[in-house]
């Protein structure tokens, strides 16, 4: 591993495309708030340094171990408290490589009600959730009962690829930082449809086996 400050470009430019995805396709909250990492290997990864990811650069990441040790960067205190949100996850799922933290308006209103979003949109599991996303009940940003919160419900749902943060947010984490962006703007879409079609009767369940047919119809369009 190269400890110079412009290590892993590459990666770097990932995230950067990530933040600026999440922007593009309209999926941020007013205040631009969200957290972004990447792995590098099995110990490490790149997180943003600050709050705020609203024209991230390449430089506005730090290289950090996943147990929270600095090693390249300066996180910015108030990422500091989110550092083990990212690191634990990492650990927990090693398949994982691309974790995103936002304040997504209709995903937080399903975090501020406590409420599961059920998977009824078909690009729900076109973007890998084939299952609904668990509520992790609210505690302290990266405090150990937060944290713990969301490794249990890794562990009930082992199949999510995102988690509600209870009255705080959403955390989602897939193989890649941009496929957790894909994923992410995704479930943005069925959290504001889900509260569109209540006032229509209410969202139908997707049919049983929809996971196959999806697959077979990607694979059949490649
Ligand atoms: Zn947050």
Redesign the pocket.
């Given at each position: 591993m190269t400890d110079t400050h412009s290590s892993h470009q590459d990666l770097r430019a990932s995230v950067v495309e990530a933040a600026r995805t999440l922007f593009a396709n309209g999926v941020m909250s007013h205040t631009g708030?969200a957290?972004l990492s990447a792995r590098v290997d099995a110990s490490t990864m790149l997180l943003t340094t600050g709050?705020q990811v609203r024209d991230l650069a390449p430089s506005g990441l730090a290289l950090v171990g996943t147990d929270g040790t600095a090693l390249e960067g300066q996180l910015d205190p108030v990422n500091a408290e989110?550092v083990h949100m990212h690191g634990e996850v990492y650990r927990a799922k090693p398949d994982v490589g691309g974790i995103i933290?936002?304040?997504s308006p209709a995903l937080l209103a399903f975090a501020l009600a406590n409420r599961p979003l059920r998977c009824t949109y078909e690009a729900m599991v076109r973007f890998g959730q084939d299952s609904e996303v668990p509520v992790v009940p609210w505690a302290p940003?990266g405090s150990e009962r937060s944290v713990g919160g969301i490794l249990d419900a890794i562990a009930e749902h082992p199949r999510t690829e995102a988690v509600l943060?209870g009255n705080?947010?959403v955390l989602v984490f897939t193989d890649t930082v941009m496929r957790a962006a894909l994923l992410l703007s995704a479930l943005e879409e069925a959290a504001e449809a889900e509260m569109a079609a209540e006032g229509l009767g209410g969202a139908r369940e997707l049919p049983a086996g929809v996971l196959a047919d999806v697959r077979a119809a990607m694979a059949a369009a490649k």
């Open positions: 708030h957290n709050g989110i933290h936002t304040h940003r943060l705080h947010g």
